[in-house]
């Protein structure tokens, strides 16, 4: 009986120190790892461009507060966050307000018809009044040398 049990005692004893030394070696690799991914995400190496077709500034609640974007990837018309007319045609930043409402913004765009070879330009920008329309605005147009601003 006391043979058995040093027998198991041993046993235990060589199982614990395979489990140490595997846990040492584990923890080791571990180490390893998040010390590479730390080198490799901060070593000092930034990207000084970034490439996009459309940036959401949002509110650390989720809120939409501006948008950057090309024309295709442009954001629709919103009314309390829900688009009320459907986006895709105006390049630029659109500003909005606490409630989602969009309240203003920078659009522009310019280009010359292939085919007819007319040309058209725009710049706008504008701040609008809580719940309306604009009114503040600085805005450009030019359609075939036939061009308004105010």
Known sequence: MREEKSDLLLAVTLI??????????????LVSVAATVIFLAFNGKYDKILTVERLNIIEPNGK?????????????NLFYGKEFITGGDRSGMIFYN??????GGLVFDGRKDSITNKSTAFGHLSFDQYNQNQVVYLSYGDEDESEVWG
Do not use: H, Q, W
Request: with cysteine; proline share 3%.
């Open 16 to 29: 614990e120190k395979r489990y140490n030394r595997l846990r040492i070696k584990f923890n080791l690799l």
């Open 64 to 76: 939409l507060r501006m948008v950057l974007s090309n024309s295709a990837a442009s954001p629709g």
């Open 98 to 103: 606490d409630e989602e409402t969009e309240c």
